[in-house]
Structures are given as C-alpha cells and as structure tokens.
C-alpha cells in the first residue's frame, strides 16, 4: 500500500512546507534561529528529502535541531517526517517541546497544537487529538489545519453532522467549493437515516447532497433504494439521472436499475440502456458484461457470449470479463467436469478482480469506495487501468 509513490508524494509536501515556511519565518522574524541554514546538516537534509530518503533525512534534520534548538520551522518540518515514518511519538515529544517555548507567535502556537492534534489521531487518541484541535481553535479560530484535523476526526467517528458544520465553516473560510466534499457528508446522513428507519429524514439529505453536487453517486444509490420497493418506477427514473449525471460511474447503477426496471415491469429497458452506453463508448467493459449477466439470466447465453467475447476483444486485461465468459460457457454446457473444476478454482483465487486506485494517493482497493482509508480524501477512486501487452 504505502510505496514509494506515496513516500514521494509525503517528501514532496514536507519539502514544500519546509521551504515555504522557512522563508515566511525568515521574513517575519528576520533573525531568530535562522542559522539553521548554514548547517552542512540542514543542505544534506533537504537533499535526502528531495531524493526521498525519509530516514536519512530524519537523521539530518535531527541533527539540525540538536545544534539550533531555535529553528521551529525545522522542529516542526522534523515531526511531521516522523509522524509520516511512524515515529508518532516521536513526533508528539517534539510537539510538545515546542509548546514550551514563551517566544512562539500566536499562528506558531495555534500551527503547533493543530499538529500535535493531527499527532494524536494518527496514533489513536481521539478524545486527546479533538482536545488539541479545540486549544488551536481557542487561539487562533481561523487555524485551517486545526479545522481540516477536527472534520477528519469528526468523519473518522462517523460524526456526519458535526463533520458537516466544520467543513461549510471551511469552504467559508477557503472561499472554496466544497459542495462535492458536503455532498459526500449529506450522503451519509442520508445513509445513516435510512438504516435508523427514518425514510424522510434519509430523503431530506440525498436530496440536499445532490443539490450541493449532482455527481454525489451515493445520494442517487441511496435517494432510489428508498423507492426500489414502493416506487420502482421512480427508483429507475433517479438512476438514469445518476447514469446520466456521472457516467463513468454508471456502472454501479447497473444492479439498482436491473433490479428497478424488472419490478416495474419493464426489462427490456435495461438493455436499451446498456446498448446505448456500449454505443456512446465502445471500450466500455462494464455495459457490455452488465448486458451479457442479464442476457443470460434470460437464457440467451449464445449472445451473452458474443457480447462477452467483443469485451475481451476491446480490453483483454480486464479480469472481470473473463470470469464473466467462463460463467457463460459453464451456462451454455461446453465446459467439461475438469474446466469446471479449474473455472472455479480460479474463480476463487482471483485477487484484484476489480481494482480501483486513489488518485490522491495511490491507495489501491478491490472496489469502488467513497472515502480514501489512507488519505482520507473523499471521491478519489477510480478504476485502475492496467495497460494491455504490448504489441497490441
Ligand atoms: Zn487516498
């Protein structure tokens, strides 16, 4: 999980603030604990951390601190490398030094304790992480790493509401469009209300969430499962809205709206819709393995197949199309008692059958999910591609 990729992407961030916050320090200060810089330790510090060597880099800079106590910025750029190695206790004694010292500005203080926060949450102390984001918060409210450490505490607790409150408070103080990220938040209220029972608090916040942003796919799952029974025909009608509002992501639709169209009475509107998003993109798999599931379920397995065959035609990579193509050549009886026995043993020992990565680090899932486990990042996977041999 935590390669290189990711490690690069830690260094990079780490570099960037060690930089950008060594030079803000250096002009407002003008002097104090600024001979950092002429350290040989410092210059072969930052050439470890931008050839991302974590753990030489973590020597160096110790080094550096050792020499000139005085050199927040370096402290402070040395314990987040630390929490990134794992070393979070380490990283919670450095924070916790710097806290002593009477020379910190207040935005130094509010930094600190908002990353001592962030400290705590890695290592598990919920109740001592929300505490320091609260005191960062006292002394500076408009800390944004405080207020980004209190939502991610907040959604770590499955705390929807009051992640909700933090995040609009952000977007205000950003002057960003957080709409994707509320909506995101709306979606689980909505989720969370659905299973307690309460259907019209549940259908207050889908609706919400995909006024926020309509490509909130779980929001449409979600607003339609609340109709799939009663309403079917209404069911059907929100997820062509979703197929037709995120389209790449359509395919996690497909099962609702098989399901939708059948207790409405009207299968056939599931193939007309598979047929034209096959037709829109010709490589798409999912339409064409959705279509060939469904032609089978109906005992036409001989186009099942053909449909199938054309998708291995167009994405020979694609684990899940083969799988897809043994099931229907064990449906049409062609495969023999020792094929089935292999189909199936394969079948069971494919890992990855449906990989999907995070875009925002690289964190790889056998499925499609919402919210990243490891950057925490909402709506940052996407299928992962592998590219077919070359030659092809
Ligand atoms: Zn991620």
Known sequence: MTDTALLA??????????????FAAGRRRGGRGERFRTSPHYTQGLHYLTAGQLVPAISELTK?????????????VLSHLLREAGQVEKAIQLHQGLLRRPDLTRAERAYVLGALGTDFRKAGFLDRAA???????????????A??????????QQEWHEAYAVQTRLARLRKTDDGLVLGHLQAEMGREAARAGNREAAAAAFQVALSLNRRVLPAHLGLAELYAESDPRRAAAILEDAVAAVPERAYLAFEPLARAYSAWGEPSRFVAICERLI?????????????ARHLRAEGKAEESLGLLLRAVEANPQVLLVHLEAWRTLRALGVVGEAEARYVSAAEESAFYVDPHICTACRYRADDMLWRCPHCHEWDTFVEERLAPPSGR
């Not at 992407?9 to 060594?22: M, Q, S, T, Y």
């Not at 550096?64 to 402070?76: C, F, L, S």
């Not at 980004?148 to 770590?156: R, S, T, Y």
């Open 131 to 145: 505490k320091s984001y609260a005191e960062a918060l006292e002394v500076d409210p408009g800390d944004i790493q």
């Open 279 to 291: 037709g829109q993109d010709p490589r798409d798999w999912r339409a064409r393995v959705a279509l």
């Open 64 to 76: 550096v601190t050792r020499e000139e106590p005085a050199a927040v910025d370096v402290v402070q």
């Open 147 to 156: 207020l980004v450490g209190q939502e991610k505490l907040h959604e770590d």
């Open 9 to 22: 992407v830690a260094l990079a961030a780490a570099a960037g603030l060690l930089a950008g916050r060594a």
